[in-house]
């Protein structure tokens, strides 16, 4: 089993930034791609953005340029840094992250949710 820590969320005015951390630990063999989702009231789970295991990142179009995704594969760690933040953004941000586990026969692949962190953007 793995556990996905998320923290970093918060309410900030527009314009401003924050930075989103999720930890996994547990049976971790290794990671293969990170992503961040984000949920707000009343819409769809979206996908924000996700970077591989040899750092290749893709965005959602309503972020690109504002949000850079970056992980640390020694800390299984990955994080999201948001600037010039925007009433839209607001929503509940979820890491999710795929896992390679060793079940002792060969390699199995397992997939991840954190419990999300809230994001405020409001003046």
């Known amino acids: 089993q793995v556990q996905l820590v998320e923290s970093g969320g918060g309410l900030v005015q527009p314009g401003g930034s924050l930075r989103l951390s999720c930890a996994a630990s547990?049976?971790?063999?290794?990671?293969?791609?990170m992503s961040w989702y984000r949920q707000a009231p009343g819409k769809q789970r979206e996908l924000v953005a996700t970077?591989?295991?040899?750092?290749?990142?893709s965005y959602a179009d309503s972020v690109k340029g504002r949000f850079t995704i970056s992980r640390d594969n020694v800390k299984n760690t990955v994080y999201l840094q948001m600037n010039d933040l925007k009433p839209e953004d607001t929503a509940v941000y979820l890491c999710?992250?795929?896992?390679?586990?060793?079940?002792?026969?060969?390699?199995?692949?397992?997939?991840?949710w954190g419990q999300g962190t809230q994001v405020t953007v409001s003046s």
């Open positions: 999710y992250v795929e896992v390679f586990h060793d079940t002792g026969p060969g390699i199995e692949l397992r997939d991840y």
């Open positions: 547990g049976s971790i063999f290794s990671i293969k791609d």
């Open positions: 970077i591989t295991t040899g750092r290749t990142a």
